[in-house]
């Protein structure tokens, strides 16, 4: 292995680790900030747009594209 290559390859890997802390340091950010508003009683992603219930929108909410569905 050449001198220049394994440089390259010692500083891909510090990247590379670099990365993958900043990944998962948002996955767990993300995991705190849902856990927060699941705690307060809001509803995030699917649950907010009513999946697994058959309703897109809350009884009396106005539509994106106008109207209402109470």
Same mark, same amino acid.
């Given at each position: 292995m050449s001198v220049p290559y394994a440089k390259r390859l010692k500083y891909l890997d510090a990247e590379r680790m670099r990365l993958r802390k900043l990944l998962a340091e +948002?996955?767990?950010?993300? *995991?705190?900030? &849902?856990?927060?508003? %699941? &705690?307060?009683?809001? %509803?995030? *992603?699917? +649950?907010?747009? *009513?999946?697994g219930r058959g309703v897109a929108f809350a009884v009396g909410s106005s539509h994106p594209w106008g109207g209402s569905t109470g």
């Open positions: +948002q996955v767990v950010e993300n *995991g705190v900030i &849902k856990y927060a508003l %699941r &705690k307060n009683g809001d %509803r995030t *992603g699917a +649950q907010a747009a *009513g999946a």
